[in-house]
């Protein structure tokens, strides 16, 4: 079997793995909606553009565009960094290690379940988001093309992000107490369930650290009017550092999971 049929078909295991778990299930894919109709229904039509700008914004299409960027964040850092220590406890992957398997097809293996889980969460939280919302899909090609690399390099980031994280939680059961007040940390600091703009400066600069922010910052350019960016903090959306940053966060991510991945326990050395 070639190494491409492999990566597909452990792909596959991992996936049916996944959908088989209600927790992970309910968690990764179901949370997002339940929070975009949560907070949807509470911002309700509170317009958060100035007086007389026309097209308006309102507070609940400010924050369901942060909400599809926490989607992705779930099904790549939280999911990860959660379900591989808990792997690993289980002695899941010194099982592999020990296998003929190539290694990388292991995580080739994740990414491809995770991909597919990005891309099932993102058609749901857009279907609720124009179907109750009023968001509107993107209606230009650059548009489309902004969402998908935003989406893309977002997802690598994250993905790379919960690989290495997978590392810190000692114990399988410890990863959720880990990971969870982290992910809450980053929403509520980078502009999803509040406009970011009005956040405390210190706060601002510590989101700035972190991919959310500007996966948060890169879809509002896709799915709120262009005359919006005049309210973000630079007074633009600076699509140019987006494509930096979490470019950045690839690369270093990357890095992350080669210096801090492990495939056994501490206790087993």
């Known amino acids: 079997m070639s190494g491409l049929n492999l990566a597909l078909a452990q792909g596959g295991i991992e996936f049916k793995q996944f959908v088989r778990t209600r927790e992970s299930l309910v968690f990764t894919l179901l949370f997002p909606v339940v929070l975009m109709f949560i ?3 509470i911002f309700g039509n509170i317009v958060i553009t100035p007086p007389g700008e026309i ?5 609940s299409q400010y924050f369901v565009t942060g909400m599809i960027a926490s989607g992705i964040m779930a099904t790549g850092f939280q ?7 808990i ?3 289980r002695g899941v992957l010194k099982r592999y290690r020990g296998t003929p398997m190539p290694k990388w097809v292991f995580f080739a293996g994740k990414i491809l379940c995770v991909a597919a889980l990005a ?11 124009v179907a109750f919302y009023d968001i509107h899909l993107p209606d230009t090609g650059q548009k489309w093309f902004t969402f998908a690399w ?4 977002g997802l690598i980031s994250c993905t790379l992000c919960g690989i290495a994280f997978s590392g810190v939680a000692k114990t399988g059961r410890a990863g959720p107490a880990v990971v969870t007040p982290i992910a809450l940390i980053l929403q509520f600091t980078s502009g999803v369930f509040f406009e970011y703009k009005d956040l405390p400066h210190w706060m601002q600069q510590f989101a700035a650290l972190f991919p959310l922010k500007w996966m948060c910052q890169g879809l509002r350019s896709v799915f709120l009017p262009e005359s919006f960016a005049s309210q973000e903090v630079a007074g633009s959306y600076e699509l140019g550092r987006v494509a930096l940053v979490l470019a950045a966060w690839c690369v270093g991510g990357l890095v992350l999971c080669l210096l801090g991945f492990r ?3 501490k206790r087993e050395g």
């Open 79 to 85: 999911n990860l960094a959660i379900t591989i220590p």
């Open 55 to 59: 097209p308006q914004v309102t507070l």
């Open 87 to 89: 792997e690993r406890d």
């Open 119 to 129: 891309l099932i969460s993102i058609v749901m939280l857009l279907a609720v988001a």
């Open 263 to 265: 495939w056994t326990t």
């Open 39 to 41: 907070f949807g229904s």
């Open 150 to 153: 935003v989406s893309v390099l």
